[in-house]
C-alpha cells in the first residue's frame, strides 16, 4: 500500500512538473518562430533590398529580445543559462551585422564578409533555437514517460494488492463464514457438524457464539425429552393405576361381602 502512495505522490510531482515545461515549450516555440521570422525579412531583404524588409527584421529581433527578456525565467528553467545567453549575443551580433549591411547598401555597395556573416549568425540563430525547444520537448517525453511507467506500477501494485486481499479476506472471513452455514445446515438435518478453528479474531468470536448457543440447545433438548419421558411415566403409572384399581376394588367388595357372611348366625 505504501507503495502506491508513493507512486501516486511521485506522479503529482511529475504532472506539476509538465505545467512548468509546457510554459518553458511555449517560450521556446515562440522564440523559434521569431527567430524563424527573422530569418525570412532578412532573406526578403538580401534579395529584393525593401526597406519595409529590413525594419520588419529589425523589429523581430527587438521581439526575440524582448521575449528572451519577458520568459527568461520559463526557457532557463528548461535550459541552461549558458545557452540562453549564447542566443542573445548571437541576436546582438546578428542586428548589428543587419545594421551594418543596410547603411553599407545605402551608400551604393555590399560587403561579401558582412553578408556571409549575416548568413551565419542568421543560422546559428536558428540552430540554437531549434536545440532550445528540441530539449524542452525532450524533457518532456522523458516526464510523461516516467509518469506512464509510474501509473503502470502503481496499476500492477493494485492489482496485486487486489489479489491478495481477496485472497485474504476469502481465508479469514468468507470460507469460515461457509463453514458456519454448512455446519448449520448440518444441524437442522440432524446430521453430525464439527467447527474448525480461526484464525480470525471475528470469526473465532462468531463460532464461540455459536458453540454456546448449541450447547444451550443441546441442554434445552435434554430438559425437553426428560420432561416428556417423566410425562410419560406418569400417564404409564396413572394407566397401571387404573388398571389394578378395578380389581381391588372388586376383590374388596367380595371380601367384605364374605366378612358380613361369615358373622351372621347360622
Not at 510523461?144 to 509510474?150: Q, S
Not at 476469502?170 to 463453514?179: D, E, I, K, M, N
Not at 406418569?234 to 358373622?263: C, D, R, W, Y
Request: glycine letters at 4%; charged letters at 25%; a negative charge.
Amino acid at each position: 500500500m505504501g507503495v502506491i502512495v508513493v507512486g501516486l505522490g511521485v506522479a503529482g510531482l511529475e504532472i506539476s512538473r509538465v505545467r512548468t515545461q509546457i510554459h518553458s515549450l511555449e517560450a521556446t516555440s515562440e522564440l523559434l518562430d521569431t527567430v524563424l521570422e527573422i530569418r525570412r525579412y532578412e532573406k526578403n531583404w538580401l534579395l529584393y533590398h525593401e526597406v519595409t524588409d529590413f525594419e520588419k527584421n529589425s523589429d523581430m529581433v527587438n521581439s526575440a529580445f524582448t521575449l528572451l527578456q519577458e520568459r527568461r525565467d520559463d526557457i532557463v528553467e528548461m535550459n541552461p543559462l549558458i545557452t540562453v545567453n549564447r542566443i542573445n549575443e548571437v541576436l546582438t551580433v546578428y542586428s548589428d551585422l543587419m545594421r551594418r549591411e543596410f547603411q553599407q547598401f545605402t551608400v551604393g555597395g555590399q560587403d561579401t564578409l558582412i553578408l556571409w556573416q549575416v548568413r551565419e549568425h542568421g543560422q546559428l540563430m536558428v540552430t540554437i533555437a531549434e536545440q532550445m525547444n528540441i530539449a524542452v520537448r525532450s524533457t518532456i517525453d522523458k516526464t510523461l514517460e516516467f509518469i506512464t511507467l509510474t501509473g503502470l506500477v502503481c496499476s500492477i501494485w493494485v492489482i496485486f494488492f487486489a489479489v491478495v486481499l481477496g485472497k485474504q479476506l476469502a481465508s479469514s472471513a468468507v470460507r469460515p463464514l461457509q463453514h458456519i452455514v454448512d455446519c448449520t445446515r448440518k444441524i437442522s438435518a440432524g446430521e453430525p457438524y464439527s467447527f474448525e478453528v480461526s484464525k480470525t479474531e471475528e470469526i473465532r468470536a462468531v463460532i464461540q457464539a455459536f458453540n454456546v448457543m448449541l450447547a444451550k440447545l443441546e441442554q434445552r433438548e435434554k430438559q425437553v425429552i426428560r420432561s416428556e419421558k417423566l410425562a410419560a411415566v406418569g400417564t404409564l403409572m396413572a394407566g397401571v393405576a387404573h388398571e389394578l384399581n378395578n380389581p381391588l376394588s372388586n376383590a374388596g367388595v367380595s371380601a367384605q361381602i364374605l366378612l358380613e357372611e361369615m358373622k351372621e348366625p347360622e
